[in-house]
């Protein structure tokens, strides 16, 4: 099975800020690779898909990159809706997650 | 708009089984999708349990092969998990998902989680 290691665990800024959380899978998944926000009470929901690509409705402070084993997702110009748990996850098989970053306010 | 909605009891007790639904409105289940489930223990992160298409092809995480089934009713436009010998490491809100093939194998749509909680 594939691993998928996140970094930082947690993250503190402030609003206006520009943060890069990073992803580091086990092995070579290609761009099978998507990016979650999750909020206290809430499903995950969709940012990110095939490494770079944006969900409809996503804004365009959200950004994705990376391919074979290491993804970043940047975050610029942070809002107030933005503080929350960030997951990546692969699909390239059977499907797993990151351990999450926590953004908070700083 | 695609809807997802979990249903199931709350509580369950260690060594039963874990029995919840999944009902999709807005849309068929018999499209070309998988149908999902994911699992979280609270303060924790995700957790992959498995997968079925409507024909009712099934693909499960390894570590609960062992101990999950999930089936699909179309008739009713919904899928179902159980999982059996549960124990307290199975406490968790469950979430029903829909994954969609493009560039990336991906879930765009969830419901919004039930807590199941395995206790005495």
């Known amino acids: 099975d594939i691993q998928m290691t996140q970094s930082p665990p947690s993250l503190s800024a402030s609003v206006g800020d520009s943060v890069t959380i990073t992803c580091r899978a086990s092995r070579s998944i290609s761009n099978y690779l998507n990016w979650f926000q999750q909020k206290p009470g809430k499903a995950p929901k969709l940012l990110i898909y095939a490494a770079s690509s944006f969900q409809s409705g996503v804004p365009s402070r959200f950004s994705g990159s990376g391919s074979g084993t290491d993804f970043t997702l940047t975050i610029s110009s942070l809002q107030p809706d933005d503080f929350a748990t960030y997951y990546c996850?692969?699909?390239?098989?059977?499907?797993?997650f990151g351990q999450g970053t926590k953004l908070e306010i700083k | 708009q695609v809807q997802l909605q979990e249903s199931g009891p709350g509580l369950v007790k260690p060594s039963g089984t874990l029995s919840l639904t999944c009902v999709v409105s807005g849309g068929s289940i018999s499209t070309s999708h998988w149908w999902s489930w994911v699992r979280q223990p609270p303060g924790k992160g995700l957790e992959w349990i498995g997968e079925?298409?409507?024909?009712?092809?099934?693909n499960y995480n390894p570590p609960l092969k062992s101990r999950v089934t999930i089936s699909v009713d179309k008739s009713k436009n919904q899928f179902s998990l159980n999982l059996s010998s549960v124990t307290a490491a199975d406490t968790a809100v469950y979430y029903c998902?829909?994954?969609?093939?493009?560039?990336?194998?991906?879930?765009?749509?969830w419901g919004q989680g039930t807590l199941v909680t395995v206790s005495s």
């Open positions: 996850q692969q699909s390239y098989s059977t499907p797993s």
């Open positions: 079925i298409y409507h024909t009712g092809s099934t």
């Open positions: 998902a829909r994954k969609l093939f493009g560039p990336s194998y991906y879930y765009d749509y």
